[in-house]
Structures are given as structure tokens and as C-alpha cells.
């Protein structure tokens, strides 16, 4: 596939996941378009989940999200209202599909089916539309990652200038030939393959940079308790207190480091309580690049605009990996989340600290390898435990990667490419249980009976 918009890296989204949430409401929106040219009237719709869906849907709000995709829900204007509104649908008794009462009943129209055998992926929905207990329309979705539907990857355009990008290799052979860096590398792309100019690109990247920000200000000040079987307390208001008082005797991290990893966590808190997120690449991951960003962004006092530059360089590299591996927990474990966060972030804070592309596409490599093979393995399927403190290790794992790449002139061993190659083979042969599914590691030995909630 070609290399797919930077809007399809960052997206507006709803928490706690982009794939389980965003994705899962998105393929209801395109079901409700599709049975549109049916007369609905005595019409039922039944939603199977299936595999990584039904595993952990639950706890990722899966069947809320697809229940209101049906009811046409828009994402940016209502999307921190999302518990309410489900809850409003399930209490009168019915989904409206343009003015069609569809009665619908949670226990009797949700089918959660956690076999993951013969699915052609694990993040798999399915519609059934009936009448007098006829089928008469279906449909299957998978959610890819990101937010993104499988059918999506296939309509992304092939570029009008003809140029074919393999890889971040042949980016980088075309910056050098043409003299231009990896943000105006992607004005370049998005004029020329989505018709996006400049102007309009900056905006939109602006308005992300900006719910990014506010996610940050409110994690720090939004005490209490986190939804779920869990009952987590919120950490970050308290963490930045603490980092706050103690501001002159911390020895160990400096000031910075230590601010990019509350910063993060104070993401990751409010993605797991729903509210309005953007993905970076992901939700479960949405707190690295924020916080890495802001905390450059304080230090050496940059407008936003500069901000939007390296929003650019990081979904550069969240592009090729969309385009040559994945973004999906269900497909290749957190490495494809995480990982590819941290080498989203890694990039843009190298772009900022004046590196060439040559250590910026270095240290993304850095911040990609040495999170290869990492699990996605939710406690209770929720995106709290190991997901919220795994932001703030890897928003500082950004920063090392980055400063890593900035130190180095000699030429390194591993491109960026072969890490999302490897990627990819670990996540083929690493075992279900390891990818979103709930069923081994820290979700399997910390059941939430056993952990300590004080």
C-alpha cells in the first residue's frame, strides 16, 4: 500500500483505545451508511464481536462504541458525552437510524464470541440486519489500528507524482535529492496525494496539537478514581505536586526528564477515562509524543507552529509504519503501540534539537528497536495496567533515543525499516495470549482480586 495521510496517524479520537473504541465505533458509522437504502421499518440489528473484541471489549468499551457508531455519533462534537449517550440509547430502548426506531437490547442484540479461530483478524465485528428474522444485510469490519478500518488501507491514493516510497530509505534518498526535511517531505506528500495544502495541514495539526495540551493540563488537575473493575486511583495530579515541592532536590532524572513522564502518565489517565484524545499513534500509546513535545516546548519557550513541524516529522514515521507494519496491539503486541510511539516521539524531539534526517530516522530507529517484542497484555482488559505507567517509561525512553542519535556521526548498523520489518516477524510468531487478548502475562498473573488498590 502506499504511504496513507498523516491525519490517518492522528486522529481524533475517543479513549481508551483507538482500535477497540475509535475503530469499533467508525465500522458502526459505515454499517449505518450502508443499510441506508433499506426501508428499516420492524427492522433488528445483531452485533457479533469476535477474538481480541470480545476478549477485552469490555473493559475497551467496545460494545458501547459500535452501538453508538450505529447511532451516529460525531466523534469531535460529543465524544467526551460517549458513556452518556450509550446509556440514554439503552434506556429509552432503541438505536435512531435517520428517524427508524431500531429497538435494541444489550443482552439480546450483542453476541460476544472470544473464539479467535478462522478470523481473518482479531479485531473482528459483525452486522447483521434483519426482518421478521430474515437477514437482510450483513457486513464484517476489521479495526487495523489507529483507529483505521482494514477497507480503508486499500482506498488510500496512489501519489499523482508518480514516486514510490518503499520504505523511509527512499524518503530520505528523496530529501536529499530534492534538499528538502522530513516536515516538508510530508507538506509535499499531502498536497500532492490528498490534495491537502500547507495552510489547511497546519491547522489541522494545530487543533491536535491543542487537545493534546489540554489533555495534559486537565490529567494534572482531574483527581479521582479511574472506571473499571480496577478502581485506579489517578496519579498524575499528585505526581506533579510532588514534583512541584520537591523541586530542587530531585537528583537522580533531571527536572525535564522527570515533568515528560508525569506529563505522559497525565495522558494516559485520561485516555483510560474516556475523554477526547488524539492518537499517536494509538490511545493506548497517546501519551508519549504530548508529553515529550510539551516538555521541549517549555524548555526552550517554541511556538506552536514549531510544534506542528515536528507533529509532522513524528507522523512521518507513524506512516511508514502504517504502510509497511502495524499499529494494531492485537496484531503485534504493544511494540507496534508503544514502541512505535516512542519512535514517533524520539524523531520529532531530534527534529527539534536540530538533528539531520540522518539521526532523526537514527533515533527513531532506537526508540522502535529496543521496544521490539514487548506484550499487550491489559490487567481486567482495561488501558490502565501495565498501559499508563508504560507512556511515562517510554516518553523518557524518547528523550534517551533522541539524545542518542544526536551524539552519534557514525553510520549505525540497523535502519529504521529492518526494525519495523522485525517487528512485524516478532509479532507473527508471538502467541495470542501476548496480543490484546487478556489471556497471559501481567493479565493473567495479576488478576484484579489480587492487586493492592490503595
Known amino acids: 500500500m502506499p504511504l496513507p495521510s498523516i491525519l490517518d496517524v492522528f486522529r481524533i479520537s475517543i479513549g481508551p483505545s483507538s482500535s477497540h473504541t475509535l475503530g469499533a465505533l467508525r465500522s458502526g458509522l459505515l454499517f449505518r451508511e450502508k443499510i441506508l437504502k433499506h426501508n428499516l421499518e420492524n427492522c433488528r440489528i445483531t452485533i457479533e464481536l469476535c477474538g481480541s473484541f470480545a476478549l477485552t471489549g469490555k473493559g475497551h468499551l467496545t460494545d458501547k462504541a459500535v452501538v453508538c457508531g450505529l447511532n451516529g455519533m460525531d466523534v469531535e462534537k460529543v465524544g467526551e458525552r460517549f458513556l452518556e449517550i450509550y446509556e440514554n440509547i439503552v434506556k429509552r430502548g432503541y438505536i435512531d437510524i435517520n428517524g427508524y426506531k431500531i429497538p435494541f437490547n444489550p443482552e439480546k442484540d450483542i453476541v460476544w464470541n472470544k473464539n479467535l479461530d478462522g478470523l481473518t483478524h482479531p479485531n473482528t465485528v459483525r452486522y447483521k440486519l434483519t426482518k421478521s428474522g430474515n437477514v437482510i444485510d450483513k457486513e464484517e469490519y476489521h479495526s487495523v489500528g489507529g483507529g483505521m478500518l482494514d477497507r480503508e488501507k486499500v482506498k488510500i491514493k496512489t501519489d499523482n507524482s508518480g514516486e514510490t516510497f518503499k520504505g523511509l530509505c527512499d524518503i530520505m534518498d528523496f530529501c536529499k535529492k530534492s534538499n528538502i526535511d522530513f516536515a516538508k517531505f510530508v507538506d509535499y506528500l499531502m498536497e500532492n496525494r490528498y490534495s491537502i495544502t500547507r495552510e489547511r495541514l497546519n491547522g489541522e495539526l494545530l487543533k491536535r496539537w491543542m487537545i493534546m495540551k489540554r489533555r495534559i493540563d486537565e490529567g494534572l488537575k482531574r ?11 489517578r496519579r498524575a495530579p499528585q505526581m506533579f505536586k510532588e514534583y512541584l515541592e520537591n523541586l530542587r532536590s530531585f537528583r537522580m532524572l533531571s527536572e525535564e526528564v522527570t515533568l515528560t513522564s508525569i ?10 477515562s474516556g475523554a477526547l484524545i488524539v492518537t ?3 490511545c493506548g500509546s497517546s501519551g508519549v509524543l504530548p508529553a515529550v513535545l510539551c516538555s521541549i516546548q517549555e524548555r526552550y519557550h517554541l511556538q506552536d507552529l514549531k510544534i506542528v513541524e515536528a507533529l509532522k516529522v513524528a507522523g512521518l514515521i507513524g506512516m511508514v ?3 509497511n507494519g502495524s499499529i494494531a496491539g492485537a496484531e503485534v503486541g504493544c511494540q507496534g503501540e508503544i514502541g512505535v510511539a516512542c519512535s514517533m516521539a524520539a524523531a520529532s524531539a531530534c527534529y527539534l534539537m536540530g538533528g539531520n534526517i540522518g539521526q532523526i530516522e537514527f533515533a527513531a530507529e532506537i526508540g522502535l528497536e529496543h521496544h521490539l517484542g514487548l506484550t499487550c497484555d491489559p490487567v481486567a482488559g482495561l488501558v490502565q495496567i501495565p498501559c499508563i505507567e508504560r507512556n511515562g517509561a517510554a516518553a523518557v525512553s524518547a528523550l534517551n533515543a533522541s539524545n542518542l542519535a544526536l551524539l552519534s556521526r557514525a553510520k549505525h548498523q540497523v535502519s529504521f525499516d529492518k526494525a519495523v520489518e522485525t517487528m512485524m516477524e516478532i509479532g507473527k510468531d508471538m502467541s495470542v495470549k501476548y496480543k490484546e487478548t487478556s489471556l497471559g502475562g501481567l493479565a493473567k498473573i495479576l488478576k484484579s482480586r489480587d492487586i493492592c488498590l490503595t
Open 223 to 233: 483527581e479521582g478514581v479511574l472506571p473499571g473493575v480496577l478502581k485506579l486511583k
Open 263 to 272: 506529563y505522559a502518565i497525565a495522558v494516559a489517565e485520561e485516555n483510560a
Open 280 to 282: 499517536a499513534p494509538t
Open 321 to 323: 509504519v502504517i504502510k
